[in-house]
Structures are given as structure tokens and as C-alpha cells.
């Protein structure tokens, strides 16, 4: 069974960094990519970034473009969210998701609270 373990998140002054990992217990080796979707309080779920697994490949949403960054580790089959300079509009639930075809995430970690005080 696919597992996708999320860590981190919590309460981060405006202004601060704060990085989540979500660590996924199955074969990557045909996977396509994975990636971090949020949801506000009363919002729809959005994507924020995603890395392709074989390339590396990286793309963002505008709105954390040059603030956050995603990266990967393929031996621990790991993949990161470091995010800087956050402010209120940051704070959500985090997500990450796995995809074994562009743009079908069909694994979900359980979620992760970040909460942004000013």
C-alpha cells in the first residue's frame, strides 16, 4: 500500500521559513512526479509546486514563486517544501501528492497544519 508521510509545518512568524518533507513508502522508480497542494480555510484546494521524479524538473504557483523551493531525495524517496518569507496568505493545510501520469496525483499524505502570525 502506498504510504506518503508528511513532517513539519506549525506556527511561523510572517517573514520567517519553515521547510515540510513527505516521505513516500513505495517504489519510485516509474514515478512521475510528485507535489504540494494547500488549502485555506474556506478556499478550494490549489496546487503550489511539483517536481518531475526522473528530471527534476520544478514549477510553482505565482504566488510562491522565489519564496518557496522543492526538491527531492531519491535515496530516502523524500520530497521537501522549504518555504521563506511566508506571510498570512501561506497559512493552510499542506499536502503533498504522488503521480504516476502528468497532472494525476493519486496519492495524498495526510496533511499538515501551517499557520502564519503577523
Known amino acids: 500500500q502506498v504510504q506518503l508521510v508528511q513532517s513539519g509545518g506549525g506556527l511561523v512568524q510572517a517573514g520567517g521559513s519553515l521547510r515540510l518533507s513527505c516521505a513516500a513508502s513505495v517504489r519510485t522508480w516509474n514515478m512521475y512526479a510528485m507535489a504540494w497542494f494547500r488549502q485555506a480555510p474556506g478556499k478550494e484546494r490549489e496546487f503550489v509546486a511539483t517536481i518531475t521524479w526522473s528530471s527534476g524538473r520544478t514549477d510553482y504557483v505565482d504566488s510562491v514563486k522565489g519564496r518557496f523551493t522543492i526538491s527531492k531525495d531519491n535515496v530516502k524517496k523524500t520530497v521537501y517544501l522549504q518555504m521563506n518569507s511566508v506571510n498570512a496568505e501561506d497559512t493552510a493545510v499542506y499536502y503533498c501528492?504522488?503521480?504516476?501520469?502528468?497532472?494525476?496525483?493519486?496519492?495524498w499524505g495526510q496533511g499538515t497544519q501551517v499557520t502564519v502570525s503577523s
Open positions: 501528492a504522488a503521480a504516476w501520469r502528468p497532472n494525476e496525483y493519486i496519492y
